[in-house]
């Protein structure tokens, strides 16, 4: 059974500092990967998806990485902004066919203080 | 282009009482996910619907939870009678379909508070 996990649950950094946030998950027989941003009281907003055969995507400041044999990713934010404080969730879709069995990590709650 | 819709954006009731979480997905989005998310956790799918059919709720418990999606496009999620675990964040998301790339449209859903 797939599980996904993120390490740290919370994380503080001073603005500007460069950060990264890590996802890992169990089984390697990924289709794709996906990093959500959630501010409190909202849903998840996509912020980048990687496919399975792909290793990195860049989004303005943010980028994620791959690793499937490690079950690893890690997104990275450059030059943190007080804007960035929400919680970052990662999610693995198994297979090609459909969402059904998206599983979701638990997230982590970052605040970049001013 | 509108999101997602998600009334009401909080509700309190007591157990054992009835409640309906509305969704309005993006205009043109076939298909409709409701999730429920709760605190700490990431979201768990309860059951998904391809137009107006009920394609996998597998997760949704059956006994207390229904839902329907009448002419494939709002949708209402249902819990009679509420439980002081249903306390949680339920999350309606929908996407164009379930290709390769769709990516998913959640609203700002429902916190439900059973007391």
């Known amino acids: 059974k797939q599980e996904v996990t993120q390490i740290p649950a919370a994380l503080s950094v001073p603005e500007g500092e460069n950060l990264v946030l890590n996802c890992s998950f169990t089984?390697?027989?990924?289709?794709?990967l996906q990093w959500f941003r959630q501010d409190p009281g909202k849903g998840l907003t996509s912020l980048l998806l990687?496919?399975?055969?792909?290793r990195e995507q860049t989004s303005g400041r943010l980028n994620a990485s791959l690793d499937k044999s490690s079950g690893r990713s890690t997104l990275y934010i450059a030059a943190s902004q007080p804007g960035d404080s929400a919680t970052y969730l990662c999610a693995v879709r198994p297979d090609e066919t459909s969402y059904d069995k998206v599983i979701f990590g638990p997230g982590t709650s970052l605040s970049v203080i001013p | 282009e509108a999101g997602v819709v998600q009334s009401p954006r909080y509700k309190i009731i007591e157990k054992k009482q009835p409640v309906a979480f509305w969704c309005n997905p993006i205009?043109?989005?076939?298909?409709l996910y409701w999730y429920r998310q709760n605190l700490g956790q990431g979201p768990e799918l309860l059951i998904r619907?391809?137009?107006?059919?009920?394609?996998?709720d597998s997760q949704l418990p059956k006994d207390r939870f229904s839902a329907e999606r009448l002419k494939g496009v709002d949708s209402t999620l249902k819990i009679q009678p509420a439980e002081l675990g249903d306390s949680a964040v339920y999350l309606c998301?929908?996407?164009?379909?379930?290709?390769?790339?769709?990516?998913?449209?959640f609203g700002n859903g429902t916190r439900l508070t059973v007391t």
């Open positions: 998301a929908s996407s164009p379909g379930t290709g390769t790339d769709s990516p998913l449209h």
């Open positions: 089984d390697s027989a990924i289709y794709n």
């Open positions: 619907y391809e137009n107006e059919e009920a394609v996998d």
């Open positions: 205009s043109g989005h076939n298909t």
């Open positions: 990687i496919q399975s055969s792909q």
